[in-house]
């Protein structure tokens, strides 16, 4: 799955760059196969359905010119779910996500700090807020983009025109890197003002972080405590 996901956003560059409708259609499909991965080896019969029927639309795209607004989805749909992920812990009384996912990295026995809680809030609404901003400025590239942009198919003349290839830069790399920049300077910042939660270093704090980060992921959004989550863990 991770080699099919790092080699969309290649795919989809080349096909913007080299205008290749065969490419574009190419890096849909490595997409659709990543997302559909887990259930195809299962095997599912509905995911086998839906394999077909997703290689059946992007054939129809590519046929007729269609491919180029798919590619604009990914991206806002991508940054705009990260951020939906983490503001909704964020209201009704929930446990923000950052805290939760801290209280899986919390060692058994190992005291709290105070201070992390209202840190935690507040980085998971800066988590929020980045990834809602980097979807908008991918939707407003994709929307004048030129010239297989949204507006244009929709004919629409747009306000200001955008190179294609001005688009996919930003929205398969440039984004990408501002996501991994945030990280880094987060994890700076948290190393100088919480040594004792980053005394690991940088790359034993990621593979900590990839560990858990599936199962918060497959917890259900409720009011529970952190400290009831890292008991289950």
């Known amino acids: 799955m991770l080699a099919l996901a790092a080699c969309y956003p290649l795919l989809a560059h080349l096909a913007v760059t080299a205008r290749s409708p065969a490419l574009g259609a190419a890096s849909l499909a490595v997409l659709a196969a990543a997302a559909l991965l887990p259930a195809l080896a299962r095997p599912s019969a509905a995911a ?4 077909g029927a997703i290689a059946a639309l992007i054939a129809l795209a590519e046929r007729r010119s269609w491919v180029w607004l798919p590619l604009y989805a990914p991206s806002v749909a991508g940054d705009w779910a990260g951020a939906f992920l983490f503001g909704r812990t964020l209201i009704g009384g929930r446990t923000p996500l950052v805290e939760r996912i801290i209280s899986l990295l919390r060692a058994p026995g190992e005291s709290r700090d105070p201070r992390i809680a209202a840190y935690a809030r507040r980085l998971t609404g800066a988590w929020a807020a980045v990834l809602g901003a980097l979807g908008l400025v991918s ?3 994709a929307l004048c983009a030129t010239p297989h942009g949204i507006l244009l198919a ?3 003349a747009p306000p200001l025109r955008v190179a294609e290839r001005t688009w996919s830069l930003y929205a398969n790399f440039v984004e990408y890197l501002i996501a991994i920049a945030f990280f880094a300077g987060e994890y700076a910042f948290r190393h100088r003002h919480f040594p004792e939660r980053s005394s690991a270093g940088l790359v034993a ?3 900590r972080l990839s560990a858990v980060v599936p199962r918060i992921l497959a917890e259900p959004v409720d009011r529970d405590k952190p400290e009831r989550l890292r008991e289950q863990a």
Do not use: D
Request: net charge positive.
């Open 205 to 207: 704090f990621v593979r």
């Open 139 to 141: 939707l407003a590239l």
């Open 154 to 156: 929709l004919g629409i």
């Open 48 to 51: 086998w359905l839906a394999a």
